[in-house]
């Protein structure tokens, strides 16, 4: 740090935040004694009004706002929050630069009648500022009589040793910081009480373009815990809520479980999921949908109790982890390929793309949407609006709109053979034509065209990387739940996945296999797999819609068997 400088502290006045900000001076300490450390009150709206429920004066961000403001203005260097009350949009200016450590994140019950929710008098009044918590505890004592309590967290126990309350809920890290575990007389569990997203963790904000600072928060964070406030985060962002919506979500333990109620609270449900890192906010995102169609009474979740492999590179997977998330189901997440650009560009992608650009191609052709991701963007914009492009299924050509291109044309079939016959009815006699494809790409497509009349510069613009070795967690992850339904979406994927199964396709126990395109079910049937449905392209719709309907010829299949 500078020499001199004094790191300022901004924090809530309250007894259990000025608790928090010390510990947070005192992590800082610890990483480096020699630091001059000031802690400043400052006082939020939610401070200053303790009477009007959340929900009027403005959820999460009344406990924040006026703590970021000395941040941006410059009166504080460092802003220390419960993360549980950082609003889901990120602040411009501002960065959560460290979440140094988690207390015990669940609810709890603090009574005078020395008792557990379960145990309470019939019709308990029961005091607590959160619908979220209001909610839950009506599904489990639908008799209780729920009273809105505002106040420090002082305050709010004084109320559950008064006769007005039979008891109150709260969070057990702020009793834990003042050290006034004693009071507690349930802990309840997070299977059936989920908390807020963040309960119990520390969020140190600072400016982003504080380097001193943010270097010095880095060795506080704790990279677990950041893992899992920031999955929770994710279903608060994709749910849509502050604080004054009935949500809950907590990772633990490798598994992300997420809560929901309707608005009047008289519909809830819990949903869970394992985490997996690499597509964290996807899974968060699908479960958050899930609780919304099943809390506002829209469509049902109609894969339920479906567990789908998905082979997708990871970087590729999360649009279809999140629907089958959706739609009830359990994605499994095995990437039997890795799709990896071409960098630096060789002299033929060089070659073909100095051809687009003088304006000597006549069509610019994409199989897939990794091609369009490898050339699009290295084109000019002006380029991109007068080639004529052609694209092979929806979700190539999803791809190229993403990047601001209409494409001339789509082809109606999702095969090479397909797209050749569209084109060349366009007439392509003598047409240059340049087509972006993977190393790995098969010739089928080239060679039509080439009959068809046509000059055809193929080039190589990404990679395809298949997976080799086998997977001993895949293998016994498949052992203990095995998939009822497997995704496979290209011919490489298929001898991947053959690689991660150890050679053996019986570590599937007889998966329903759903292929896109006749090209890759004919991999898949080749390499011994008996395909169940083959989608007509690469599209989440349409690999949703194929994993539906080899769901229903199952069920259907059973009930005739059962006849």
């Known amino acids: ?26 992590l800082l300490l610890q990483a480096e004694p020699s630091l001059r450390i000031e802690i400043t009150p400052v006082s939020t709206e939610g401070d200053r009004d303790k009477t009007s429920p959340l929900t009027v004066i403005g959820g999460r961000g009344v406990f924040t706002s ?33 979440f140094p450590e988690r207390e015990d994140p669940r609810d709890v019950i603090v009574s005078r009648h020395d008792v557990g929710l379960a145990d309470l008098p019939p019709n308990p009044v029961i005091g607590t500022s959160s619908r979220r918590r209001a909610a839950q505890v009506l599904a489990i004592r639908p008799d209780a009589v729920l009273v809105d309590l505002r106040g420090n967290i002082d305050t709010r126990l004084r109320k559950a040793e008064s006769p007005e309350f039979d008891a109150v809920v709260i969070a057990a890290a702020g009793l834990t910081r003042m050290g006034w575990d004693d009071c507690i007389t349930e802990h309840l569990d997070p299977a059936t009480m989920v908390p807020s997203p963040g309960q119990g963790a520390l969020a ?20 677990s815990v950041r893992a899992a406030v920031t999955a929770e985060r994710a279903f608060l ?53 899930r609780l919304l169609a099943t809390t506002t009474h829209r469509d049902s979740p109609d894969l339920l109790g479906e567990r789908v492999l998905i082979t997708r590179p990871v970087d590729q997977a999360g649009p279809l982890v999140r629907a089958v998330i959706a739609a009830g189901a359990e994605a499994v997440v095995a990437p039997a390929i890795s799709i990896l650009p071409v960098d630096p560009p060789t002299p033929e992608m060089e070659a073909a793309l100095a051809a687009v650009a003088s304006g000597g191609v006549d069509w610019l052709l994409f199989t897939s949407a990794n091609a369009v991701e490898a050339v699009i963007p290295r084109l000019d914009p002006a380029m991109r609006a007068t080639l004529r ?46 087509v972006p494809q993977g190393n790995l790409a098969r010739p089928e497509l080239v060679d039509r065209l080439r009959e068809h009349g046509a000059n055809v510069m193929p080039v190589v613009v990404y990679r395809t990387e298949v997976a080799t070795k086998p997977d001993r967690r895949l293998q016994e992850q498949l052992a203990q739940q ?23 396709w019986e570590r599937l126990h007889g998966a329903r296999t759903v292929c896109v395109g006749e090209t ?44």
């Open 237 to 289: 962002v994709a749910i849509g809520a502050g604080c004054t919506q009935p949500i809950g979500a907590h990772a633990a333990h490798g598994t992300l479980r997420a809560f929901a109620a309707s608005e009047d609270l008289t519909v809830a449900s819990i949903a869970t999921h394992a985490l997996a890192p690499e597509v964290a906010n996807e899974i968060a995102a699908g479960l958050a949908e």
């Open 66 to 98: 006026g703590i970021q403001d000395a941040l941006l203005t410059g009166a504080a260097d460092i802003a220390v929050h419960s993360a549980k009350d950082l609003p889901s949009s990120p602040t411009p200016g501002l960065v959560i630069a460290a």
């Open 482 to 504: 095995p998939v009822s339904a497997v995704t496979l979406t290209s011919p490489s994927a298929v001898a991947g996945l053959h690689a991660l199964l150890g050679g053996s």
């Open 389 to 434: 492009i052609g694209a092979i299924g929806t979700a190539t050509a999803a791809a190229l709109r993403q990047r601001g291109v209409v494409p001339t044309m789509q082809a109606r079939m999702s095969s090479a053979a397909g797209l050749a016959e569209e084109i060349a009815g366009l007439g392509i006699v003598g047409a240059t034509v340049v």
């Open 1 to 26: 740090m500078t020499a001199g400088r004094t790191l300022r502290i901004a924090t809530r006045g309250s007894q259990l935040a000025i608790a928090q900000a010390e510990r947070v001076r005192d």
């Open 204 to 223: 140190v904000e600072a400016r982003h373009d504080d380097s001193e600072v943010l270097a010095l928060l880095a060795r506080i964070d704790d990279p």
């Open 520 to 563: 890759t079910a004919a991999a898949a049937e080749d390499a011994g797999l008996a395909v169940a449905a083959i989608a007509p392209e690469a599209g989440v719709d349409g690999l949703m819609s194929a994993i539906r309907s080899v769901r229903h010829a199952a069920i259907a299949g059973a009930r005739e068997g059962r006849g």
